[in-house]
């Protein structure tokens, strides 16, 4: 980095997200809140004068080769393997090609283009490391999800994530010089499960778009996105897959009916989001379970949708659900706060917080139906109860804007080319 160039950007980055792209939209496949995350973190570095170039493998052989997002962030995709067919599972024979082709990137430039490295998940952790050491400047790598702790974790019926992730994710954690943590909770299980050097590790939490994300009409909001005005709406919004457990939002409508049969006539249980992992072997699988329980009525599926339209979703519906077995940190939920909806989630991960319990939502420990029932059914009944939540919500969520985000981000920049300098001047002094 050298300030002083004329026309120089303050710095340039190249952030790796090898297996998603930050184009797709969240809500299927591999598309989620990393996406929405290195999306809205990367147009905020740019406008504090860094320049950002987001590396993905492309998907598609009609996608460009150098795509601008915005001034200062261009996505540049990297041929490695077919462009459809491969699941992430199969990546990991394909990093050596992905990174022959962000070296080659680099390679067209002039030396000492990038400043620093960040890589998003393992798989980008992998071929950041070699990059790193190829261009000689610090590694940031933020995990995201961890094996280990998914493997803790797991859905009944889900499969566990392989040894080689496990021994991946270590090489990475290993290399890195910073490791961005979402919570303090993350940050903890980096320690205590990687062995990974606390003074290496730094917490910045994800944000939400205070902007889009705000408080709306609800009787408006309803009649956009075709709900009964006098609806019980619960609003699950994410990825069909055994981790962040639909299926266990689809067992509460059963037992909220059994509980409250009144209340069935109202009950409305929206679910917005694509198969995903291992939910593609079986993408009917939530409707069948609906059906076999006797709740198919009161169950609606709508696919993955734009930003302004989930808006409309969210201030339609009376209680966001979070039931995930496991969240680095929960988007939606903090989206959903946003916009003065409550929000019921799982004690797990990051969200005790994403969400203040008793403030701005429950928190539900374990995943037995019949709990979330009776949770659930006591919020809808109480009217002047998710009124004080929604005020909480709002007040919440405000203090998790991506701009703060941003601000953290680039102070672990700076903290990590300031260690790398400092390392290079002791190196050519013979200081150890």
Not at 189 to 206: M, T
Request: aromatic fraction near 4%.
């Amino acid at each position: 980095m050298t300030p002083g160039d004329s026309g120089r950007p303050q710095m340039r980055v190249a952030l790796l997200s090898i297996h998603t792209s930050p184009l797709d939209q969240p809500g299927t496949g591999d598309a989620g809140g990393m996406n929405v995350y290195i999306n809205e973190v990367a147009k905020r570095l740019a406008r504090r004068g860094i320049d950002v170039d987001i590396f993905t493998r492309a998907t598609s052989g009609d996608l460009a080769p150098h795509v601008p997002l915005t001034d200062g962030v261009t996505v540049r995709h990297v041929t490695a393997g077919p462009f459809q067919g491969l699941v992430k599972e199969d990546l990991p024979g394909q990093l050596c090609a992905v990174t022959s082709g962000v070296l080659r990137a680099e390679a067209a430039r002039p030396e000492g283009w990038y400043d620093l490295v960040h890589s998003h998940y393992w798989l980008s952790g992998q071929v950041g490391w070699l990059a790193s050491e190829r261009w000689n400047v610090p590694l940031i790598h933020s995990m995201h999800t961890m094996a280990k702790v998914k493997n803790l974790n797991l859905a009944g019926g889900d499969k566990p994530e392989p040894e080689g992730r496990i021994i991946g994710e270590q090489q990475v954690v290993d290399a890195a010089d910073r490791l961005v943590a979402n919570t303090a909770i993350e940050a903890q299980q980096l320690i205590d499960l990687y062995d990974a050097d606390p003074a290496r590790v730094d917490i910045v939490h994800p944000g939400v778009d205070l902007d889009a994300f705000t408080p709306g009409d609800k009787t408006t909001a309803r009649a956009r996105v075709g709900l009964d005005q006098d609806a019980c709406v619960l609003l699950f919004i994410g990825r069909i897959q055994p981790l962040k457990a639909p299926d266990v939002l689809v067992r509460v409508a059963a037992e909220m009916a059994k509980l409250h049969p009144e209340m069935r006539s109202k009950l409305q249980v929206v679910i917005c989001g694509g198969p995903s992992g291992t939910g593609i072997t079986r993408p009917q699988a939530l409707e069948d379970l609906a059906t076999e329980l006797g709740v198919r009525d009161l169950v609606h599926f709508i696919p993955p949708t734009d930003r302004d339209q989930l808006v409309d979703w969210y201030r339609a519906a009376d209680i966001c659900v979070v039931p995930s077995h496991n969240e680095s940190f929960g988007l939606v939920a903090v989206e959903a706060q946003a916009c003065g909806t409550p929000v019921v989630a799982a004690r797990v991960g990051g969200l005790p917080t994403a969400v203040a319990d008793g403030v701005s939502g429950v928190l539900v420990d374990g995943h037995e139906p019949r709990d979330w029932a009776h949770v659930l059914c006591d919020l809808l009944l109480d009217s002047g109860r998710r009124a004080a939540y929604s005020n909480g919500a709002l007040t919440h969520a405000s203090g998790f804007g991506w701009d703060a985000t941003a601000d953290a981000t680039v102070a672990v920049y700076e903290h990590a080319l300031r260690d790398r300098q400092a390392a290079m001047n002791a190196a050519s002094t013979g200081v150890s």
